[in-house]
């Protein structure tokens, strides 16, 4: 690590995300000297006490950010904000802010109205997870060559903190790029956002058919409904503030998806069997590049 942490993490909301964090942590002992985890429901705090994933685990996520050098923020979307205020004010001076949200924007601009000047904030996107949620639902290889997208504001932020950061991920296993908030809310739209809402929508789809297809449908569904509904077993809260909080990114590719679709239907409808194979090969190329650039 370029910038090492010294003393203390602090992870606020240890579900998939966090607890992962704090387990990767635990395994790179030089990471951080104490681990601070913070929820506001008691039950997860009890969990995460049992499973050993922190030094202190607190309901106050107050008092768990003062003692911090780093305070994570690892809650749904639409929470980052209200968990942001609650914190900077018993901050450090010197301390970083930053969180873990999928959207950029609307997170970004909802803190901003409670930054300090002596508190500077590195909103990161790290581009891992699973279907499960829960501190049980953690592992310390979760980021593993995966990507972990750093949209520091230009004015909320240092170089010593983006660079401090950067190696935190870094010593998670991920990969990091830099990028601009609207850029960041566009690439994942297209790339999380909207499968997972195809997903959704499949699952809605099947559920309404007739009594008897339905249940042949959910006996019978082969590895296609299979793999691409894995996703749809996803915290609903969490992507519901997704939805809203990045709906015109959303909504563009939604509409850019819509139309391809509707391509690929009036050729089948026609028996254009160009446009179809041309269509599946293009789709081939995609997957394969997944592959090679290690994330599949």
């Given amino acids: 690590m370029t910038a090492p942490l010294r003393r203390t993490l602090c992870v606020i909301g240890p579900?998939?995300?966090?607890?992962?964090v704090l387990r990767r942590a635990r395994e790179k002992p030089g990471l951080a000297a104490r681990l601070v985890a913070a929820d506001r429901d008691e039950a997860v705090c009890a969990r995460v006490r049992e499973l050993g994933l922190a030094d202190e685990v607190t309901t106050d996520a107050a008092r768990a950010a003062s003692e911090a050098d780093i305070v994570m923020i690892c809650v749904p979307?639409?929470?980052?904000p209200?968990?942001?205020?609650?914190v900077i004010p018993a901050m450090k001076p010197g301390a970083i802010l930053t969180d873990v949200g999928s959207?950029?924007?609307s997170v970004v601009d909802g803190v901003r109205p409670f930054l300090r000047p002596d508190v500077p904030y590195v909103p990161a996107h790290p581009m891992a997870g699973t279907e499960h949620s829960g501190p049980d639902a953690g592992f310390a290889t979760l980021f593993e060559d995966r990507w972990c997208l750093l949209t520091p504001p230009e004015d909320a932020s240092t170089p010593d903190a983006i660079a401090t950061i950067e190696a935190l991920w870094h010593a998670m296993g991920a990969r990091t790029r830099i990028m601009d908030v609207d850029h960041h809310d566009k690439i994942c739209a297209i790339v999380s956002h909207v499968p997972h809402l195809l997903a959704f929508s499949i699952c809605q789809t099947a559920d309404s058919l007739a009594t008897d297809l339905r249940s042949e449908v959910l006996d019978f569904a082969a590895s296609g409904f299979r793999d691409f509904t894995?996703?749809?077993?996803?915290?609903p809260t969490m992507w519901r503030d997704i939805f809203l909080h990045n709906r015109e990114a959303v909504l563009e590719m939604l509409d850019r998806f819509r139309s391809d679709a509707e391509t690929l239907a009036q050729a089948i409808s026609e028996g254009d069997e160009a446009t179809i194979v041309a269509s599946i090969e293009r789709g081939r190329r995609i997957r394969r590049s997944l592959i090679e650039n290690r994330q599949a």
Avoid: E, N, P, Q
């Fill in 77 to 80: 979307v639409g929470a980052i």
């Fill in 103 to 105: 959207t950029r924007r």
């Fill in 15 to 20: 579900g998939l995300i966090g607890s992962s």
């Fill in 230 to 235: 894995r996703i749809a077993a996803s915290d």
């Fill in 82 to 86: 209200a968990v942001a205020a609650a």
